[in-house]
């Protein structure tokens, strides 16, 4: 190679320096699954490789309301439903997730919601639209609505920005008439029970008429008792919502043997928070510290 050709090639060089130089100041750390360096400039702050790890769950038997999986037909009745939707006669009619709550999925999912990745939101909303089912047909998008005191202390709506996708994708209305009027505690380390009184009277639906008669499709990012996604869907059937649809990104899999760990464990997934992001464990420690967060 001639002197000018390794000019060319050292400015090429220096060129390719600079930009990777800037590249790692807004992704210092690489691939925040992997740590493998990060090779394509993009806001999302994971590889390619670990967007595609994420896996559609696989059930051989599963509650035909709520799609909980088990691993036999024991705890289904004869209409094929879990114990749970038995109880709960205001319900939604169907549940949809797209994977269960573990492994990379779920460190996705808590990058994007604790860690406030929010470019997260497409790659994540690509699962939720694998998960669509082709056969029913809906009116209108509903997101799970946050309080707004939890919204303002995380900034954005994790619901929200995975529904939008779906949303445009489907030219169907995100609507905004559901609303949480409670700010609730976590509902992390409640048992069912717990969790529905936990829930009582948090959700209301503001101009009913706009909604009254449509077919709903209620997306949150993660299914794990369905007790927020029953108590919205109760609020959505009582202002005369003909049809309620949950889809979630995942469902915690009583199947896995880290199923119960839920959101409790978010230190021990390596994932720091960027900048200090109040988690919802933070916010029941400080309602059990006496806060009084209500
Ligand atoms: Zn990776
Ligand atoms: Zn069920």
């Not at 860690?115 to 497409?122: F, N, Q, W």
Request: aromatic share 8%; hydrophobic share 40%.
């Amino acid at each position: 190679m001639g002197p000018g050709g390794s000019w060319a090639n050292s400015r090429f060089s220096v060129l390719l320096t600079t930009t990777q130089f800037l590249f790692n100041l807004v992704f210092p750390d690489g691939c925040r699954l992997c740590d493998q360096p990060l090779l394509n400039v993009s806001r999302v702050p994971v590889c390619k490789a670990c967007l595609s790890l994420p896996q559609p769950l696989q059930a051989e038997f599963f509650c035909q309301t709520c799609r909980t999986p088990f691993l036999s037909s024991y705890p289904l009745d004869h209409d094929g439903q879990c114990a749970i939707c038995r109880e709960n006669a205001v319900n939604f009619d169907f549940a949809y997730s797209f994977g269960s709550y573990e492994g990379p999925l779920r460190k996705l999912i808590q990058l994007f919601k604790y860690g406030k990745v929010e470019s997260l939101a497409g790659p994540l909303s690509a699962f939720l639209l694998r998960a669509m089912p082709r056969d029913r047909n809906f009116d209108a998008i509903v997101a799970m609505p946050m309080h707004w005191r939890k919204q303002w202390e995380r900034g954005f709506n994790q619901a929200e920005l995975l529904a939008q996708p779906v949303a445009r994708r489907y030219g169907l209305r995100l609507a905004t008439n559901l609303r949480r009027k409670r700010y609730t505690l976590s509902q992390a380390g409640l048992s069912e029970a717990g969790r529905r009184q936990n829930l009582k009277g948090s959700f209301a639906v503001t101009r009913p008429e706009e909604i009254a008669g449509k077919r709903v499709l209620l997306i949150d990012d993660v299914f794990t008792t369905g007790a927020t996604l029953r108590a919205a869907s109760a609020a959505l059937k009582s202002a005369g919502v003909a049809r309620v649809s949950a889809l979630t990104l995942a469902r915690v899999d009583g199947r896995a043997p880290a199923a119960m760990n839920l959101d409790t464990d978010f230190s021990s997934t390596g994932l720091a928070p960027l900048g200090r992001a109040l988690t919802e464990s933070d916010a029941r420690r400080k309602v059990s510290a006496g806060s009084g967060i209500r």
